[in-house]
């Protein structure tokens, strides 16, 4: 079998529905559990929708870029453009069973140098879950940084959660 090719490139408006596939099997349910960065045990809820997703895809403030092996999506990442030199980074999504193998880094990567071209951002924030331990960790290690504020988990759940906001100079 000859390995295929690896791109990171826009997602297209036809691929809302293997996106949603995929953000979900990687965030939820028992198929998450293969991978180290699921919310599985935190939430049931779904993690987005094909209509969202298709919204994202339509807007020009925001950037969808996936990572696809061949025509098979591996994994995504959200870049939105926000005021004041800023981007966002969101939806960073790998198959969980090729959680291994680098792909974070280098749509974390891509993402970056995306925020810095199309929206001029000088810098990139984020959120993580404040439970999420690991991946704060995960994240420190490529250069994000806590700024101190603590955000509300958009839906209500019982144990209440709350997102920790991160934020890199980009360039």
């Known amino acids: 079998m000859t390995a295929q090719l690896l791109t990171i490139r826009p997602a297209r408006p036809d691929e809302a529905d293997a996106l949603h596939a995929l953000v979900e ?19 049931e809820t779904p993690r987005s929708s094909v209509e969202t997703l298709a919204a994202v ?38 198959d969980p069973s090729r959680q291994a193998d680098g792909f974070g880094k280098q749509l974390i990567a891509a993402a970056e140098d995306a925020a810095a071209e199309r929206f001029g951002a000088a810098r990139m924030e984020l959120s993580v879950v404040h439970l999420r331990a690991e991946l704060i960790a995960w994240y420190q290690r490529r250069g994000y940084r806590l700024t101190g504020e603590e955000r ?20």
């Open 25 to 43: 099997r990687a965030y939820r349910g028992q198929s998450a559990r293969a991978g180290w960065t699921h919310e599985a045990d935190l939430l």
């Open 57 to 94: 895809l339509a807007d020009p403030g925001e950037l969808l870029l996936v990572l696809a092996e061949g025509e098979r999506l591996v994994g995504c990442v959200q870049v939105s453009g926000r005021a004041g030199g800023a981007a966002y980074l969101g939806l960073l999504t790998v």
């Open 152 to 171: 509300p988990f958009p839906v209500a759940v019982e144990p209440p959660l709350s997102l920790l906001v991160m934020e890199k100079a980009l360039g």
